[in-house]
């Protein structure tokens, strides 16, 4: 089945900095890729999420890009700010998934001021 | 809005006691979810339920039962709480025909000794 590995699980940029975290995934027929967003006490909250036809998408700070080649892709976050201080997950779906996810472990990510 | 609730924040039980936790969705969704949030560890998913009392396990069911009565609301139980099930517990709904996009609710966290 599906597994995807997140790296790093923690990250600490400066306040106006880049971040980049980087997903793999094992099965070459997934076919969506989700970013999550988990602020302290809320349950996570898609931010951006890229289909396999496309290999970048972006959203104001935030792109994403997939390697369907290498089976990863990454979360770009340009001009940090503190807002952007959260727990970071990828995910991706099987073709066969019955709508199922499978996570990655997360990232932490800290803007120091 | 979309909205998923869940029942409790902070939830304390002692061991061997049987334990509900219930969750709410207002978007009639049809695929609802239970999670395991470990620091580490990521999501990983109990129970899924595509359908009004249909139910299929997920990565970690033991331990854990399921009851889905009515579309709008998912029970977790845990028969006989352990303190190995101390954690914290997300909900999530999704709709096939709109997209794989999960809605979780804020998450209950369970201690158990």
């Known amino acids: 089945g599906e597994n995807v590995e997140q790296h790093p699980s923690t990250l600490s940029v400066q306040e106006g900095d880049s971040a980049v975290i980087k997903c793999t995934y094992s099965?070459?027929?997934?076919?969506?890729f989700p970013w999550y967003k988990q602020e302290l006490g809320k349950g996570p909250q898609l931010i951006i999420d890229?289909?396999?036809n496309v290999g970048e998408k972006k959203d104001q700070r935030i792109a994403v890009t997939l390697n369907k080649t290498a089976k990863h892709f990454s979360l770009h976050i340009t001009e940090t700010q503190p807002e952007d201080s959260a727990v970071y997950f990828c995910?991706?779906?099987?073709?066969?998934?019955?709508?199922?996810?499978?996570w990655g472990a997360g990232t932490k990510l800290i803007i120091k001021p | 809005d979309v909205k998923v609730t869940q029942s409790s924040r902070y939830l304390v039980k002692r061991t061997g006691e049987k334990v509900f936790l219930e969750c709410v969705q207002d978007?009639?969704?049809?695929?609802m979810f239970w999670y395991r949030q470990d620091p580490g560890l990521g999501l990983r998913l109990i129970y899924f339920?595509?359908?009004?009392?249909?139910?299929e396990k997920g990565d970690i069911p033991e331990g854990y039962s399921v009851s889905r009565e009515k579309k709008e609301r998912f029970s977790l139980i845990l028969e006989s709480a352990s303190t190995n099930q101390t954690s914290m517990y997300l909900c999530?709904?999704?709709?096939?025909?709109?997209?794989?996009?999960?809605?979780f609710g804020p998450g209950t966290r369970l201690t158990v000794t």
């Open positions: 999530a709904s999704s709709s096939p025909t709109e997209s794989y996009e999960q809605y």
């Open positions: 978007m009639d969704h049809e695929n």
């Open positions: 339920s595509y359908d009004v009392k249909m139910k």
């Open positions: 099965d070459s027929a997934s076919n969506y």
């Open positions: 890229i289909r396999s």
């Open positions: 995910a991706a779906t099987p073709i066969d998934s019955n709508y199922q996810l499978i």
